[in-house]
């Protein structure tokens, strides 16, 4: 990996510049620039990747945790806006991310007490939450610097997860795209492969307020999940092995309703994350591209549409956010300002064989997509 000093690279601003026209048609653009973005605590250079599409929605992305820092989306007015929190800096992400845009990896979400079994062979991870693992343990890869390459349609994010990783078996070899289309989508596509039998789970952690990043809080978002169950948690949010009907509960977004509208409600299962952290098991019949999840905000009318492969989607309302955090434009990122929609295997399934499996092998390819489809109504 290449090395640039921080003293070096504050002052630089765009390295390259380029602009490719894709199609026929004067409407089918795509601009991509690459631009210097620092470097981490040990010197390692991050550069971030600036895609624009015909309609101007602008998705910025850096190779520290191949990280949306921002997504500027037009409101009902064509005004554009920052949709997503994020930082100001590497060394900022480096000190205060809760995750923002990052990609999740290895394992998305809890995996309970970090231990899990394969084949016979039990294997302990990093623990950074409570006695568990979350999002890939101590340094995961919200905190690896990926390679990056612009291939004319899209961004590819690469990094190499060596065997024994925050203790997981395998080297695994990991390729993310980026694209943005002219139909106002951020598609991600994942691909992975292992030379040791191992489990995988990844996910993109963006923090999305579509009324504009760190204004306001998320509660009167109109949110509706394809999902007629969910899996409940234990006190330490770890999934049981319940798989539970939404009907007549809180959880039940089968309907677009707003996010504040029950989130305190007395339910037992509002109570271990304070409100909604919780795995929703997608409506699905087979393993096409499905729409997982919509949210409609009322006062810019901006619609995001969730799609995916994966058989489940987290969706994290911001509970743990408290106004310790600083982000962009100097905004102050209060309780529950904004929302998560991650797809995902659902959380804990190395302990849990009835769930979907997780497990990797060598010759076998991981391979799944979500887009995040904007619109305005
Ligand atoms: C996920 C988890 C939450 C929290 C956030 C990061 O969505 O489910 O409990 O850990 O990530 O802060």
Known sequence: MKKRTLGSSVFVLLVLSIVFWAGCGDSEMTIFEKADFGATKDGTAVDIYTLTNASGMEAK??????TVVSLKVGDRDGKLDDVVLGLDNVGEYEEKSRYFGCIVGRYGNRIGKGKFTLDGTEYTLAVNNGENHLHGGLKGFDKA??????????LKMHYVSKDMEEGYPGNLDVTVTYTLTDDNELRIDYFATTDKPTVCNLTNHSYFNLA??????????ELMLNADNFTPVDSDLITTGEIRPVKGTPMDFTKPTAIGLRIDDDYEQLKPGGGYDHNWVLNKDGEDMTLAASVYEPTTGRFM??????????F????????SVTGKESRVYKYRYAFCLETQHYPNSPNRPEFPSVVLRPGQEYKTSTIYKFSTK
């Open 61 to 66: 992305i850096m190779t520290y945790g191949a």
């Open 145 to 154: 610097v990926w390679e990056a390459e612009y291939d004319g349609v899209g």
């Open 212 to 221: 504009g990043q760190g204004l306001r809080d998320n509660l009167d978002h």
């Open 305 to 314: 549409e969730v799609f995916t492969i994966e058989p489940g989607i987290q």
């Open 316 to 323: 994290y309302a911001c509970n743990f956010l408290d106004g």
